[in-house]
């Protein structure tokens, strides 16, 4: 993974917004990242970014290319036999989130003309959480090569879990038999 911040402060840092030049202006730049987080980490950051003093607006551009991000959910099951929740994987292809001096922030794609999307007002009030999917512009693309063998084991792993499942539900109907003959699920 590549990471890249730079931060201008002053006239120079005109260029980009008026603000900038007392506030200053970030840019950063992710490429190539992948990770696995668990649901619970995005659940327990919230805190960590709720402030009583309004923080003053940084106009900034963060780009990220190529990133992978899989979300894990790791909250105690329910149910003792489920095989448990599937992650979900975010493909950003590249999309550029910008932060303009009107504290907003507006979403772009790869190759946008303008077509910019507020995510969130940070004056007093507090936006819905959004999803958001970013496909590539260059339409639907077939799976690559690297991705079929991934998928066919995640897809025997499954069929797996399933098969498990279907054998403690016969062994609990089994058992509730026992006690309850005319029983019927």
Known sequence: PEVCLRLEIGPSAA?????????GFLHMLVHSYTAELFMS???NLG?????????????????VVDAKITLKDDSPRVYPTSPGPVPITLAVDHIIVKRRDDGVFYLTGEGSLKLEKPVAVLQGQKAP?????????????????????????????MKIALAEANMDKTRL?????????????
């Open 47 to 63: 805190p960590f970014l709720e402030d009583e003093i309004i923080p003053e607006v940084i106009p900034m551009e963060i780009e």
């Open 129 to 157: 959480a959004e999803c958001v999917l970013a496909a590539p512009t260059g339409g639907i693309r077939g799976l690559q090569l690297k991705e079929v063998p991934e998928l066919q084991r995640e897809l025997q792993t």
């Open 41 to 43: 980490f995005l659940t």
């Open 173 to 185: 109907l089994q058992e509730i038999r026992k006690y309850n003959p005319l029983f019927q699920l």
């Open 15 to 23: 260029v980009h917004s008026p603000l900038a030049v007392q506030n």
